[in-house]
Structures are given as C-alpha cells and as structure tokens.
Nanobody, 124 residues
Framework: QVQLVESGGGLVQAGGSVRLSCAAS????????MGWFRQAPGKEREFVAS????????YHADSAKGRFTVSRDNAKKTVYLQMDSLKPEDTAVYFC?????????????????WGQGTQVTVSS
C-alpha cells in the first residue's frame, strides 16, 4: 500500500511560480514511478511529468517542458513539481500518482495510487 499526500497549491498570478509537494509513504514506494497529472474543469486528466525514485530519471510532457520541473528527495520521501512562468491555462487540480515499475509517460488509467489533489489557480 502506498499513500500519497499533495500540498502547495493555491492562487498565483500569471507569470508566477508554485511548488507542489507529494509526500509518499508505504513499504515499497520506491518500486514505483511517480507521476504528476492535472485536470482542468471539463477536461480529461492530463499527464504532466514523471520521476523514478531510484536513479531519478525524469520525463516532462510537452505542455510542461521548459516551465515545470519534477524532482524528488529520497530522504524526505517527497516528490516535487516546480512550476514557473505559470499561465491561466495551467489552472487545474494537480494530482500525484504512483505506478508500479519504471515508466516515462504514464496513462491516466495506469497508476495504482493517487493523492487527493491540490488546486492551482492562475489569475490573469
């Protein structure tokens, strides 16, 4: 069993930055690839970025490249999503997820575990 708890969302002006955190717990969480997803109102859940606990390999979706950075702190068992140069279209609920094994891109139906989500609202 893996538990995921996100934090760090909020209201930010366009051009600003936000860092999301995802604290993981569980006996075998290092066996998973961690992913960040987002879901805007009326839209499907969208993959944003992924990172492995072992090796720290990362992958960013095209929508995130150049503005978002995924990272992790193994000692704190926490994954981060640093979001810079935010745009109003980045407004969404952001979710942390865990999928067994090593993955680059993650489909929304693949994760075995999800966090509760955290709202990020970017004002223009």
């Amino acid at each position: 069993q893996v538990q995921l708890v996100e934090s760090g969302g909020g209201l930010v002006q366009a051009g600003g930055s936000v860092r999301l955190s995802c604290a993981a717990s569980g006996r075998t969480f290092t066996s998973y690839t961690m992913g960040w997803f987002r879901q805007a109102p009326g839209k499907e859940r969208e993959f944003v970025a992924s990172i492995t606990w072992i090796g720290g390999g990362t992958y960013h979706a095209d929508s995130a490249k150049g503005r978002f950075t995924v990272s992790r702190d193994n000692a704190k068992k926490t994954v981060y999503l640093q979001m810079d140069s935010l745009k109003p279209e980045d407004t969404a609920v952001y979710f942390c997820a865990a999928v067994m094994g090593v993955k680059l891109t993650i489909k929304s139906d693949e994760p075995q575990y999800w966090g509760q989500g955290t709202q990020v609202t970017v004002s223009s």
